[in-house]
């Protein structure tokens, strides 16, 4: 087994630690000997069984798919435009997510469970479409991503207008919900998640070879017989979907589908095949953590995981900015 | 033998921990144990007498002062939905709009029972306070206080109901300068105290404005509410404006903002202080014009 290999096995396997380990934090008292009884099925405790199997293991395993979801649609993102900066997020995913959210509290208030997350993946899709259209008007899809840019601040700024004058605490709601969390999530959510992970990698990893062609520049891949257009077009349909239906669930979580494909590269590779793999096992154990951290780390209250995936990952973001700067 | 009994409540509160009394408690059902989800349910659980009833609560929920020790399960942005499955209420009051709407929805599948406070008016904390004292089994101490809130409230209310008006401005918030509108909380007072809003009929119940919307109303009084928790708040400076009437006669008065500001019983006593100092500044008003 060659040195990649090698380290993408240890990580398959920390991904599975984490997941266990992870199922064992939480503010409910419940000691290891009841955790095991419970996840054998043999649970004597009534409560403890249903805080473990309806709170955390859906929690957990949402957090592994949405966190190999955001880091793969930031991978592939960064390697189809060849913009180490790209985003998920940037194409102002988030911002659509949130005017969905906005209008769904405002105005379907008593419907918010199935309401909220529609509502903010049609919010999602829609500046999608705005930002391909954008740039296929302009004739230059390298420019996807300042178009997506502008998109963003156009739909943050309706959202603040309808904000303004709708009900005050909608406000409240709207924000808290954009920073974020995965208190709310059910194994419905981890299913919906999980299939349409299951179907980006599948057809990511069938064009892999395509996708590194791009990495070379759009002539020498069109030379090589790979409509540049066409596949870029595919592989932000993929990741506007798999990120939509992630902030649906979840809300905002910045920056994990920026961070983690950059400490794929260093730690196993460049190419499509391996960077999509990495960033798949490193984005779960990341998001794992991070929601332990969100749940357990204060004694009466959860903090909304966007908070902290942004803070670790504007610093980290800083640090590439420092070490480029040294390199050159 | 009320001492006796005081007594003797104390000592088995002293040897009974908080969690072994909730035991106790749950196990007669027609006092409920209750998990209160803002600070004006559990001030209003106090007023009917089911304050010992509550297991949990958010932040932010310190009145009256034994509220403080009960165990907290989350805030307004996310609660804790294990710690609520642990402590297994009979029954959770949530505010509708205050409380995060989707740990709600999930508390709901998970089969427990959730009912609603949302007050919008003085009326409304009447009828909650008889609906809640019902729920947890005080119906009389709740009819009691409720009917006492509506006598109070109905005095107040004569009392200025013949008074002339006088215009003034609510400041909500200094920077951005914020007022209030109808669909408010606050403009409930002001409509009782016989105050004339001039930005009443602004579409949003929570308005920005500028000082240059202010200048012409000609405004006679400047409510400005300041929070006791706020040591330093950041009022508007109104001393730059004295072309406003209210500067010019320093008529400008600063309630306590926590106790106008939350939706319970002690609203009320607020909304009487406030009527009699508006009414000071309309007889000064009336002795400068005679």
Known sequence: ?328 | MKLISLLFTLLVLSSTSYAELNKELASDKSKPTIIALAPHIVEMLYDVGAGEQIIGTTSFADYPEQAKKIPRIGNYVRLQLERVIELQPDLIIAWKSGNPSDDLARLEQLGFNIIYSQPHSFEDIASEVRRFAKITGHTAQGEKVATKFEQALVKIKQQYQDKTEITGFYELWSRPLTTVAKGSWPQQFLNICKVKNPFKQVLTPYPQISIEQVLPASVELIIQPLSVNQKEREAFNWEDWSIIPAVANNQILQPNADAMHRMTLRSLTALKDLCAEIDQTRSFLQQKHS
């Open chain 1, 1 to 328: 087994m060659n040195k990649v290999s090698t380290r993408l096995f240890a990580l398959a396997i920390l991904v599975i630690l984490s997941v266990l380990a992870a199922i064992t934090f939480g503010p409910a008292d419940i000691d290891s000997s009841q955790l095991i009884s419970c996840l054998v099925g043999s649970c004597q405790n009534q409560i403890a069984d249903i805080v473990i199997w309806q709170v955390r293991i859906p929690r957990v395993l949402v957090a592994l798919v949405a966190g190999m979801g955001l880091a793969i649609a930031g991978a592939i993102l960064q390697n189809t435009t060849r913009n180490p900066l790209a985003d998920p997020y940037l194409f102002g995913i988030v911002s659509g997510a949130g005017l969905g959210a906005t209008i769904a509290n405002i105005s379907l208030a008593d419907n918010l469970t199935i309401a909220l997350p529609l509502a903010a993946f049609l919010g999602a899709l829609f500046s999608v479409i705005i930002v391909v259209f954008i740039a296929k008007v302009l004739q230059r899809m390298e420019q996807l991503l300042l178009a997506g840019v502008a998109v963003s601040f156009m739909l943050a700024s309706i959202t603040q207008f309808i904000l303004y004058f709708g009900e005050p605490f909608a406000t409240n709601r709207v924000i808290f919900w954009l920073m974020g969390s995965l208190a709310r999530v059910e194994m419905s959510n981890f299913y919906v998640i999980a299939s349409i992970l299951v179907i980006a990698i599948i057809t990511v990893l069938a064009l892999h070879r395509q996708i590194d062609a791009l990495l070379l520049g759009d002539e020498s891949a069109a030379s090589l017989g790979v409509d540049v257009d066409k596949l870029r077009l595919l592989m932000l349909g993929i990741c506007a979907a798999l990120t939509a239906t992630i902030v649906a669930y979840c809300g905002g979580i910045g920056f994990v589908g920026l961070m983690i494909p950059h400490i794929v590269r260093q730690l196993i590779g460049v190419t499509t095949l391996k960077l999509i793999i990495g960033s798949a096992l490193i984005g779960a154990i990341f998001l794992i953590w991070v929601d332990v951290i969100a749940r357990s780390s204060l004694p009466h209250a959860e903090i909304p995981i966007g908070i902290i995936t942004s803070a670790l990952g504007s610093i980290f973001f800083l640090f590439i900015m420092y070490r480029s700067r040294a390199n050159t």
